[in-house]
């Protein structure tokens, strides 16, 4: 994949999950989430972004 755009899949995972949480638009979407094994869902997305970053900053020093 390409190093740049890891590292765009990575932001775009990382950021969502983060503005969703905090945002106040989606107030019962939120709750869900914490409820359900304290985020877990988001958590998961967020790491998933934090590896696609750590991928395509690898790629860069190559």
Do not use: Q
């Amino acid at each position: 994949m390409n190093k740049w755009l890891e590292i765009l899949i990575g932001l775009i995972l990382v950021l969502v999950p983060v503005y969703i949480v905090f945002s106040g638009s989606f107030s019962t979407w939120t709750e869900a989430t914490w409820t359900v094994l304290k985020g877990g869902i988001i958590w998961g997305v967020f790491l998933l972004g934090i590896l696609f970053v750590m991928l395509g900053i690898s790629d860069l020093k190559e």
